[in-house]
């Protein structure tokens, strides 16, 4: 086969662009520190990355959700904290009432003071969190009760069917992981029940709450507040009321128990998710970014290889007609 001039130099030009593209790649992931720039650039890796780039979103969305999980716990404990004052503070009246005879006067601040920590109660029962109410289970646009401390809401506290279920929301904090958040109001607050005489009896935690029941923590303040109208002769009523609030305050720290064990998982869930965003992105870098000093070794290799192929081309190259005439 006869070899000419024209294919000489073309041979030599593809060649040459050949040694400059590889250099111009080294050039561009040096300049941009990563191995790939386009997925044809290494297919394999770049569906990788598109997988890790992936999980990292999800654990970041997993993280998300364990916040807004902890911060709607938190606002249900500060709640449970302000029932707890409440209580300890109407036991110590409902003691001293029991124990010492007041004035007429002393009986009515005392009976007013049980009123406004009525009110109050009743205030912590309608809290929210971010726009939410808090103890109103799926119904979060209303409130858990009217002025007078009864529910102007139906809650299901129990699953009964597959068309009537628990009225409780869960958050999604990992790969099928999930958590429950809200806490419902009967679970708090009771159910009010009396026997045949009107007397007030145990609280209902768990049966389904239907709009006007009587709050069981309310109703406790109710009888406190009647009671304080003629306490000598009402005094088994306020010892009763002290029971009462009693088993309210063991009810309430049950309550602070669950979330206090929620909180603690959430927790222990967030350090999880943090470890899982390190390896993650460990990974990404792993097949994504480039060792600075071995591709600048390689750009090294690759300059004098162009310059090798530059000078072997001026020995190659056959002096023309044209050198001649010059």
């Known amino acids: 086969m006869r070899v000419t001039n024209n294919m000489i130099v073309g041979n030599l030009l593809y060649n040459l662009n050949q040694n400059l593209g590889r250099m111009d790649k080294i050039n561009q992931q040096i300049a941009s520190k990563r191995k790939f720039l386009v997925p ?120 009964l069917s597959e068309d009537s279920k628990k009225e409780i929301f ?41 709009i006007s029941d009587k709050s069981y923590l309310i109703a406790v303040f109710d009888q406190f507040e009647a009671a304080l109208e003629d306490p000598e002769n009402n005094k088994g009523e306020i010892d009763k009321t002290i029971g009462r609030i009693k088993q309210s305050m063991d009810q309430t720290l049950s309550v602070r128990a669950e979330i206090g064990a929620k909180m603690k998982r959430l927790e222990l869930t967030k350090d999880k998710l943090d470890s899982q965003v390190l390896n993650t992105k460990e990974l990404l870098s792993n097949n994504e970014d480039i060792d600075m000093a071995e591709a600048s070794i390689r750009l090294k290799s690759e300059e004098n290889v162009y310059r090798a192929s530059l000078a072997v081309g001026m020995n190659i190259i056959q002096p023309s007609l044209v050198d001649f005439l010059r």
Do not use: C
């Open 40 to 159: 044809s650039d290494d297919p394999i890796g770049a569906s990788k990355s598109l997988k890790l780039n992936t999980d990292l979103s999800k654990i970041n969305q997993y993280k998300r959700n364990v916040e807004d999980a902890e911060a709607w716990l938190n606002e249900t404990e500060s709640a449970l904290v302000g029932i707890g004052s409440v209580l300890d503070r109407a036991n110590d009246l409902a003691v001293q009432m029991s124990n010492e005879t007041y004035s007429k006067e002393d009986l009515d601040k005392t009976r007013e003071e049980v009123r406004q920590l009525k009110k109050h109660l009743i205030e912590i029962g309608n809290s929210t969190y971010a726009g939410r109410h808090i103890f109103t289970g799926y119904k979060t646009d209303k409130k858990l009760f009217d002025e007078d401390g009864n529910y102007i809401v139906d809650l299901r506290m129990n699953d």
């Open 170 to 210: 869960e958050y999604n904090i990992g790969v099928s992981e999930r958590v429950q958040v809200n806490t419902l109001g009967g679970k708090v607050f009771g159910i009010g029940k009396y026997d045949n005489d009107g007397n007030l009896i145990d609280p209902d935690y768990e049966s389904d709450v239907s």
